[in-house]
Structure formats: structure tokens, C-alpha cells
């Protein structure tokens, strides 16, 4: 791994802060803490606001809306949007999860038309894998895709539930089966679903956390053979590179990173931490560290087109389980300032941490599932070598 940092990254720090702390930015942000819709907050305005700045897709080749930088340039960008309190969870699905897999793996003419639409925030996606009875288990999908029978297209039908963000976005990533195959994991088919296509009825889900999920059923869902991602059939191969895209655990790190940051303000204002605080920050930012270089590892892998599903999975576990651990140790070491609405700003704010955390080793891989894979690709690397 090279754990060098370009000076333009530098750079690209300076230039995001710059833009995030400017008058519109606090202004858009502002509307989207609002919730004046009801839900957890439009953040389509911002993101636009902050496409046209050309910064979302900093790693991205300039010819598809992105501006050629280091994979790092990603990982500072995470990290301003978290610290100036931008909800990024909109963008990573859109630009960091489909958007990597359309830039690795899309046609050309997907590539073309939706690339520069999501690096300019003007475009934004979902995922629509999850089903109510299965899970994490993707394999046993049941929303099925048939051929028209008038026409060279297919009609979806099914259900999908507990997705991030369906009612925000404009087209969904839709994992479908066409066809039964010889074992499960073929015949699916990855399908682009325009999200206010007839048929397609979106409603909210409560939840524990700030950020609402969505139940999607799709009705004789009409769509063209262009909304086919990869070849009909061969879903299973993009969905497992996707992974590595998803839990890269960048998103984790970074949420973990601020609710540390924020435990430590705290701690301060209480007056001089005692030694078991003291010992308690020391071993999060530990954690945090390698967290850190975990998620940087899976970006490097994606940046050099060699996805790599147990370092991924690796990286994703460790965030994720870090994240968590700090804002329940949070709670520990502040006691009731967490969950007191009038206390200064840091209670909110790691009071909803403390909300969003369980679902953090759930989501996005569960940590079973993840040290499954682990110790699977460990197993057969020890087979590979000879090693007992």
C-alpha cells in the first residue's frame, strides 16, 4: 500500500473547506436541517450547488465529470462534508457505490449519460438489493424481471425494502431475477430504474436513526433493454464489485472520526479529562488510525481497478465496529449531556450517533457476514500457499 499523500490533496482540502464554509453553502445547508418536506431532509439543492463547484467526484477522470485527483482526495472530501455537517448519504450511494460501478463496469453510453449527471449532483441513486425475507442473503432475490411481450423491453415486479434514500432519488439500481439458471446465484440481472417510472411506489419506513429507509414495490414496471446494467443474467459478478466499492468503510471512519472529535470537545468542557478518558480517546483514535488506513487500502484497490471483496469487507467491519464502539463509549464518558436537548451542541449531534449506531454492523454487510468472507479468503490464501 503506499501511504503517500499528494500534495494536491493538500490543496483539495483547502479549496473544500473554502467552498463548504461559504455563505450558500450554510444557506442550502440550513433548508436541508429544516426537513421542511417531513423527511429527514432534501439535499438535492446542495448537492447541485456543490456539482457545479466540481468537487464530488474528485477522483473520477475529468472526461466523465470527475477531476483525474488521487483516491485521497475522496477520503478528505468525506471528511469535510462529515466535519461542516453535510448529510453525505445521498452522495456516497449515488457517486461512491453506483457511480464507482458504472465507471468500472457500465457501457459506454451509460458511462456518458450518467456519469457527469451524478458528479454534478444533478442525478442521484439508490440501491434496491434488499428484500423483506431475505436480507443480507441477495442470492435469493425474488423480484423477477420478464421480456415484453410487445416490445424489446422487460416488466419488474417485487418488492424491495429497508433502502437509504429511495424517495430522494432519481434512478435506483435494481437487482432482479430473469431467470432461474443452474444455482442461485445466476440469473440476475442488475437493471437501472428510473424511480418515478409508473408502477413505482415509494413509502417511508420509521426508524431509530435521523435518516428515514423506504418500502419500494415495483408493479409491472416498464423499462427499455438501455436499463440493463451488464449482461442479462450476469448480476451476481457486478454485485460482488460493487461490494468493494460499498464497504470500503470510508463512510464509517469518517462519521467515527467526527463523533470522536466532538466526545473529546465534550470531555473539555467538563474540565480536565481524567486518566480513564484519557486512555479511553487514546484507544478510539488507535482504532480510528487504522480504520483509516483499512478504508484507504479498499479506495486504492477500486482506484487501480483490482477490487478486492475481503479487504473490503475487512475495512468495512473494522469502521463500522469502530464507529460504534465510539459513540456508545461516548455516552459512557458524557453521561447525560448526550441525550440532554439543551446542552451545548455536541450532545445532539452524538445523541444521534447514539441512535444511528446499532444499525451500523447491520447495514451495508452485516459483521457476521463480513468476518464470514474474511475468514473465508483467508482460508483459501492459506490453501494457495501451502500455509497450515
Not at 458504472?102 to 428484500?131: H, V, Y
Not at 435518516?211 to 408493479?219: A, K, N, P, R, V
Not at 464489485?241 to 468542557?269: I, K, N, P, Q, T
Request: one cysteine or more; proline letters at 5%.
Amino acid at each position: 500500500m503506499d501511504f503517500s499523500v499528494p500534495g494536491s490533496t493538500a490543496d483539495f482540502r483547502r479549496e473544500l473547506s473554502a467552498t463548504l464554509s461559504s455563505p450558500e453553502t450554510r444557506h442550502l445547508l440550513n433548508e436541508v436541517h429544516r426537513r421542511a418536506d417531513g423527511m429527514d431532509g432534501d439535499v438535492r439543492d446542495l448537492y447541485r450547488h456543490l456539482g457545479r463547484a466540481g468537487i464530488l467526484a474528485p477522483s473520477w477522470p475529468i472526461g466523465h465529470g470527475g477531476r483525474g485527483g488521487d483516491h485521497t482526495e475522496t477520503v478528505v472530501l468525506l471528511e469535510e462534508l462529515i466535519r461542516h455537517g453535510v448529510p453525505q448519504s445521498l452522495y456516497y450511494i449515488s457517486v461512491q457505490i453506483v457511480g464507482s460501478l458504472i465507471l468500472q463496469s457500465g457501457t459506454a453510453d451509460q458511462k456518458r449519460d450518467l456519469l457527469p449527471r451524478l458528479a454534478s449532483g444533478d442525478l442521484t441513486a439508490c440501491i434496491l438489493f434488499t428484500e423483506p425475507e431475505h436480507g443480507s442473503d441477495l442470492a435469493s432475490v425474488t423480484t423477477r424481471a420478464e421480456r415484453e411481450k410487445d416490445g424489446p423491453g422487460w416488466v419488474l415486479n417485487g418488492r424491495k425494502t429497508y433502502n437509504l434514500k429511495s424517495a430522494y432519488a432519481d434512478i435506483g439500481l435494481c437487482a432482479v431475477r430473469t431467470d432461474e439458471g443452474h444455482s442461485r446465484y445466476e440469473g440476475i440481472t442488475l437493471f437501472v430504474v428510473p424511480m418515478d417510472a409508473p408502477g413505482v411506489s415509494v413509502r417511508g419506513l420509521a426508524s431509530l436513526a435521523d435518516e428515514q429507509f423506504h418500502d419500494i414495490h415495483l408493479t409491472d414496471v416498464r423499462v427499455g433493454p438501455e436499463a440493463v446494467f451488464g449482461d442479462p443474467g450476469g448480476g451476481w459478478s457486478l454485485i460482488t464489485r460493487m461490494f468493494a466499492a460499498e464497504r470500503s468503510g470510508l463512510d464509517y471512519y469518517v462519521r467515527a472520526r467526527h463523533w470522536l472529535e466532538l466526545a473529546a470537545a465534550g470531555l473539555a468542557e467538563q474540565g480536565p479529562p481524567t486518566d480513564d478518558e484519557l486512555v479511553g480517546l487514546a484507544r478510539h483514535r488507535a482504532r480510528l488510525d487504522a480504520s483509516r488506513l483499512l478504508a484507504c487500502r479498499a479506495m486504492q484497490n477500486l482506484a487501480e481497478d483490482r477490487p478486492d471483496i475481503s479487504h473490503a469487507s475487512l475495512a468495512k467491519w473494522h469502521c463500522s465496529e469502530t464507529a460504534q464502539a465510539i459513540s456508545w463509549w461516548s455516552l459512557e464518558a458524557l453521561g447525560s449531556p448526550v441525550v440532554d436537548p439543551d446542552a451545548a451542541a455536541v450532545g445532539p449531534a452524538l445523541e444521534v450517533a447514539y441512535r444511528e449506531a446499532p444499525g451500523m454492523t447491520i447495514s451495508g454487510g452485516a459483521s457476521e457476514v463480513l468476518l464470514d468472507i474474511i475468514t473465508g479468503a483467508r482460508l483459501l490464501d492459506d490453501v494457495e500457499t501451502g500455509s497450515r
